[in-house]
């Protein structure tokens, strides 16, 4: 997606003199994506990510997860939870979980309990403290 938005980009201005919010509109065009997030704290203010793990519950069905963003930059939640009959689960909990609160409350359903819960796996969002991005059922 980037690489098509980039280009757009390109064509769009080409020997013109754009403005930031017309990088950040034919990014968000280009791209079918609401990036407003993205662009307040990346470019726009010197905010910080610090998402948590902060309780896991296991229920009947599955598990129930409370996430807490603990800074002031706001970002969607990669939430990795593995099983333990061996199964992996991913979701992705958009950034607008963060629109009234810094807390979040989310329920997985799972055929087996949850032993870990991790949100952002692949180190894709600068978050200043991934220690606790991990929780662990054996801890």
Request: glycine residues 2%; negative net charge; charged residues 25%.
């Amino acid at each position: 997606r980037f690489d098509e938005a980039w280009s757009e980009y390109i064509r769009r201005w080409v020997f013109k003199a754009p403005r930031p919010a017309d990088f950040y509109r034919t990014m968000e065009d280009s791209s079918g994506v609401d990036l407003q997030w993205f662009f307040r704290g990346f470019f726009e203010a010197p905010m910080q990510l610090d998402q948590a793990v902060a309780d896991v519950k296991q229920t009947k069905k599955g598990v129930r997860v409370k996430f807490v963003n603990l800074a002031d930059w706001v970002c969607p939640v990669d939430v990795t939870i593995t099983c333990a009959d061996g199964t992996v689960h991913s979701y992705k909990l958009p950034v607008t979980i963060w629109a009234w609160s810094s807390s979040h409350s989310q329920s997985f359903v799972l055929d087996s309990n949850a032993i870990k819960v991790e949100i952002d796996t692949e180190n894709a969002y600068p978050d200043i403290n991934t220690k606790n991005n991990v929780w662990n059922a054996l801890q």
